[in-house]
């Protein structure tokens, strides 16, 4: 059974009254929404992130120092793209990223965008793949081809992770017409965080992140301009905590899901093993949480801020906690 790990309940006390106040203490403020952001960082990275790396053991400025740092790639390697760069990898597709080793830019520095790396092929599923545990892609801006909603038959994703502890800060993900982020099975804790993710939105796909048999923390970025921003396949073993995201008003659809059997057609009722969805703002018209069947441990929903009334905010097949949001331009709290 998948452990219901917290970002936010390692490193930080949120609530003084989950905690239980000691004699003489302040409880702190109970917070609705992502504008607390305890992370320390940003929410979507960028001026003031505190992680940016000034250089790497390995620079490239072109696309073939680039494939050649990663082909010669050893854990512990941070490979360099300097700011101004642009890394152009069309006709390339699912480039591996050796395990252990760090992709860096410097987003965020000095007003820095972060170097570009982008493909004009459509049909590039995934550009990148996990070639081992612990990869990092930091402080870089990640472009695919094809920005719009049109259901074309090339499809796009920018990363594929298949191995353990892949992490994705500071970055800005857009242009993927069927996802920017994907777990699928071999990968554990999954986490993105600190990013800008838009412009994920193909008709019938278009996800931010998409995960499959794999547990995950979003945690702390800016979403707009995808389909949905977060999604799961809801098979056993599926799970997120998604905490302190900012979601703008764009999207063709609602914004959070956990997949359910009928979905899969697998004859079972099951979505995934848990989500842990809180102190999110959610802007737009859409739905913002849809959990299409019944988790196996459960769901829980709090301290998030909807822009919607509270019955078309949340839906959910069963085994779920909805309580202690904030609804509409007033922030009506309902328990």
């Known amino acids: 059974m998948m452990r219901q790990a917290s970002w936010t309940s390692v490193a ?29 960082d940003p929410i979507g990275g960028g001026e003031g992130y505190r992680r940016i790396l000034s250089g790497g053991d390995v620079v490239a400025k072109t696309s073939a120092e680039f494939l050649a740092a990663l082909g010669k790639g050893r854990a512990g390697q941070v490979v360099w793209v300097p700011r101004g760069v642009e890394i152009d990898l069309t006709g390339r597709s699912s480039v591996v990223i050796p395990g252990g080793v760090t992709i860096a830019g410097d987003r965020g520095a000095d007003e820095s965008p972060g170097a570009r790396i ?54 800005e993900i857009y242009n993927w017409n069927i996802y920017g982020v994907g777990g699928r099975l071999g990968a554990a804790n999954v986490r993105v965080h600190h990013c800008y993710i838009h412009h994920c939105q193909r008709s019938g796909y278009g996800y931010g992140v998409s995960l499959g048999e ?37 999207a063709n659809g609602h914004y959070f899901d956990m997949h359910g059997g009928r979905d899969r057609g697998d004859g079972t009722n099951v979505a995934g093993d848990w989500m842990h969805v809180h102190h999110n703002t959610f802007r737009g018209k859409h739905r913002a949480v849809l959990v299409r069947g019944v988790p196996a441990q459960n769901a829980r929903i709090h301290h998030n801020w909807f822009a919607q009334p509270a019955k078309k905010s949340v839906v959910s097949g069963g085994n779920t906690r909805v309580y202690r949001n904030v609804y509409g331009p007033s922030k009506t709290l309902e328990e």
């Open 118 to 171: 982008f493909t004009r092929q459509r049909a590039t599923c995934p550009l990148f793949a996990s070639g081992g545990e612990g990869i990092r892609l930091t402080g870089l801006r990640f472009e695919g081809p094809c920005a719009s909603r049109e259901r074309i038959a090339e499809f796009s994703g920018f990363l594929r992770c298949s191995h353990y502890g892949p992490e994705i800060d500071n970055c």
């Open 12 to 40: 930080l006390v949120l609530l003084g009254v989950s905690r239980g106040v000691a004699s003489g203490e302040t409880a702190e403020p109970e917070t609705f929404g992502c504008e607390s952001n305890p992370t320390g």
């Open 214 to 250: 794999c547990d995950a923390s979003v945690i702390a970025n800016r979403f707009d301009w995808c389909r949905h921003h977060i999604a799961s396949s809801g098979t056993p073993g599926c799970a997120y905590e998604a905490a302190y995201n900012l979601v703008l008003p764009n």
